[in-house]
């Protein structure tokens, strides 16, 4: 698999408060709709932080396209983080799991997003979401599987371990469509079920 699909390229956001706000500013929300309001944000601020962040107003953040929600999470990380109730630059220094516990603790920020922040800001090489569907599939196609469950799931944790952010990275292109040939064996009754729910989003 990996021969046939060659280099996988990912954007990294180094800055852990920046891809923490990056990362709120997605959720629930198309790619094209995300890049457009990052460019706003990042146009208006130049440096995106804490302080500058606890500058602007909920009502300011609404103006970049982002919902009332979404600010109140962005403000109160800012804000933790400015009166040292989070320590943002610790999370370099403690295990994946205490980084998820610590992560997913913050208003905004569930057990996926932090492992997806682990991944491409903290780039911590051993990230394997059980909660990723793409990750599912990506599983489902290689290896033939007609479901993942938690049991089949760490099965392969544990052959993956201790790279298991690079299979993530390739199991995603295929779920993607890297490699024409592959397709899904999940069962029909439930890819058409996905595909309804689809539609009445």
């Given at each position: 698999?990996?021969d046939?699909?060659?280099?996988?390229?990912r954007r990294?956001?180094?800055?852990?408060?920046?891809a923490l706000?990056?990362s709120?500013?997605?959720?629930?929300?198309s790619?094209?709709?995300?890049e457009?309001?990052w460019k706003r944000i990042?146009?208006?601020l130049?440096?995106v932080s804490?302080?500058?962040?606890?500058?602007l107003?909920?009502?300011?953040?609404?103006?970049f396209?982002?919902?009332?929600r979404k600010?109140g999470?962005?403000q109160?990380v800012?804000?933790k983080i400015?009166?040292?109730e989070f320590?943002i630059e610790a999370l370099?220094?403690?295990?994946?799991?205490d980084?998820?516990?610590k992560?997913?603790?913050?208003?905004g920020i569930g057990v996926?997003?932090?492992e997806?922040?682990?991944l491409f800001?903290?780039q911590?090489?051993n990230i394997?979401s059980?909660?990723?569907?793409?990750?599912?599939r990506?599983?489902?196609?290689?290896y033939?599987?007609?479901?993942?469950d938690?049991t089949?799931?760490?099965?392969?944790r544990?052959?993956?371990?201790?790279?298991?952010?690079?299979a993530?990275?390739?199991?995603?292109?295929?779920a993607?469509g890297?490699?024409k040939e592959?397709?899904?064996?999940?069962?029909?009754?439930?890819?058409q079920?996905?595909r309804n729910m689809n539609?009445s989003?």
């Amino acid at each position: 698999m990996i021969d046939k699909i060659g280099m996988v390229k990912r954007r990294v956001i180094p800055d852990l408060f920046v891809a923490l706000v990056h990362s709120i500013v997605g959720q629930q929300i198309s790619t094209k709709a995300h890049e457009t309001i990052w460019k706003r944000i990042t146009a208006e601020l130049g440096e995106v932080s804490p302080s500058t962040i606890s500058k602007l107003s909920i009502e300011d953040l609404q103006g970049f396209g982002i919902t009332f929600r979404k600010a109140g999470y962005i403000q109160n990380v800012a804000r933790k983080i400015l009166d040292g109730e989070f320590d943002i630059e610790a999370l370099h220094d403690i295990e994946d799991e205490d980084v998820c516990r610590k992560l997913s603790g913050l208003d905004g920020i569930g057990v996926w997003s932090a492992e997806m922040l682990m991944l491409f800001s903290m780039q911590r090489p051993n990230i394997f979401s059980f909660g990723d569907l793409a990750i599912h599939r990506g599983l489902r196609m290689v290896y033939h599987h007609r479901k993942i469950d938690h049991t089949l799931f760490e099965k392969y944790r544990r052959r993956f371990s201790p790279y298991c952010s690079v299979a993530s990275l390739y199991l995603w292109a295929v779920a993607g469509g890297a490699i024409k040939e592959m397709k899904d064996y999940a069962p029909q009754k439930a890819k058409q079920t996905k595909r309804n729910m689809n539609k009445s989003r």
